[in-house]
């Protein structure tokens, strides 16, 4: 969300200091003076962070101007876009009709019951957050003044990626039958919307070479020790980086089940406890002595939550603490023939059992995806599936006739 502000200017109305700020808290105060200098709004869109004046004085057109800055997702909108909208009356006290933040409110309360994981209803909240500043931008206040062409502007509004995009079109679609089946709206009204071409092309996944791995190691041992607070402190050090690293690799782990690993909860002996997202079946799997000795010695020293960094244990924080360290080790390494993320490891993960022609069945089971899924992404790494299909071809044009050779003429 973008950051708005008061940037006073010379001759200051309300005798405030040139260049000077003030927010819409400070001006509730008592004895603020009023001016009229201009209000600002402060942060990023699409990649690019910027402090844009809003053409506006007061609070309520400034928050306007923001919220379309935000469901546009760019700070260049048109001339077109950046007039502030005319609201469409709108009678609350009407029979039969529903407020949008009831409607959004009530889906969100579904997607709960229905047991959806944190990390999918996040971004159910945040699809709802930008329908929201959208309806705000325009000047509605129920759901049914939503209409196709409304649907239109929102989705040509979104910055996303092509697979990210169709996902969020599948929210937005799911919304509106949630409003149609309550006669909220009486018809589709995103019928005609497509996702983008080729979102429907599954994502290569791209593991970690073993030659990649040797250069993360090898940067993990230049970082050294940790340093003492002050500028540039750094409180992990290169084997605790490691030691994630490791885990990660040897259990197909995600950055926030190591991040939050409970050593006494999940590590009997060498057999390490699962628990999968996606089936929700639980899981023993197996780690070598030596990773196990590392892990104990880390509990000695920094208890059950081997990765715990600080006093933080929410998942979030102390898994963008991880994915921060992890970013240095990655730009130590580099340059990387794709961009590393820690997610990485875990396509690593299955690309050394598979290229061990451990059977897919048990692999998908390992990470808690179907075989399908499993052929889908990681098709290169099956060598048995690359032998059964040369084998095939091999049979089918084994008795096929073949060309003669012919020698070509070339310079004498």
């Known amino acids: 969300m973008l950051a708005l502000y008061r940037r006073h200017r010379q001759n200051c109305k309300g005798d405030h200091a040139h260049n000077t700020r003030s927010s819409e808290y400070d001006e509730r105060k008592k ?22 004046n809003t053409g506006q004085w007061e609070w309520e057109p400034s928050r306007l101007v923001a919220a379309k800055w935000e469901t546009f997702g760019r700070w260049d909108a048109t001339a077109a876009e950046t007039s502030l909208p005319v609201p469409v009356p709108a009678t609350d006290q009407t029979p039969g009709r529903t407020k949008l933040a009831d409607a959004t409110e009530a889906f969100l309360a579904t997607c709960q019951n229905r047991g959806i994981a944190t990390p999918t209803l996040k971004k159910y909240r945040t699809f709802i957050k930008q329908l929201d500043a959208y309806c705000h931008f325009r000047g509605y206040t129920m759901i049914d003044q939503l209409t196709i062409t409304d649907m239109d502007r929102f989705y040509a509004s979104w910055k996303d990626g092509k ?8 929210r937005l679609k799911s919304f509106v039958k949630f409003c149609i089946n309550r006669e909220w709206i009486a018809k589709d009204i995103t019928r005609d919307l497509k996702a983008p071409e080729g979102s429907s092309i599954p994502a290569n996944k791209t593991p970690f070479t073993d030659r990649e791995l040797e250069r993360i190691y090898a940067a993990c041992d230049t970082i050294g020790a940790p340093t003492k607070p002050g500028p540039g402190h750094r409180p992990w050090s290169g084997e605790d980086a490691k030691d994630f690293i490791y885990l990660s690799i040897y259990t197909g782990l995600r950055i926030s089940d190591v991040s939050t690993f409970n050593i006494a909860e999940r590590l009997n002996g060498n057999d390490l406890f699962l628990r999968m997202h996606k089936t929700k079946k639980e899981l023993y799997t197996w780690i ?41 080790v990655f730009k130590l390494a580099g340059p990387f023939a794709e961009p590393p993320t820690p997610h990485r490891f875990r396509h690593t993960f299955v690309r050394i059992l598979l290229e061990k022609g451990v059977p897919e069945t048990e692999v998908a089971t390992l990470i808690g995806d179907t075989v399908e899924v499993l052929r889908r992404h990681y098709a290169k790494w099956m060598p048995g599936r690359q032998e059964r299909l040369a084998s095939i071809l091999r049979d089918a044009f084994t008795d096929k006739p073949r060309p003669k050779l012919v020698q070509m003429p070339g310079p004498r």
């Open 163 to 170: 697979r990210a995009k169709a996902k969020k079109l599948e």
């Open 31 to 52: 004895g603020w003076k009023r001016c009229e200098c201009p209000i600002f709004a402060s942060g990023t869109l699409d990649r690019i962070a910027r402090r844009q």
């Open 288 to 328: 070598p002595d030596w990773l196990v000795n590392r892990l104990r010695d880390r509990e000695e020293k920094y208890g059950a939550l081997i990765f715990r960094s600080g006093e933080a244990t929410n998942m979030r924080a102390m898994s963008e603490r991880w994915r921060e360290n992890l970013r240095k």
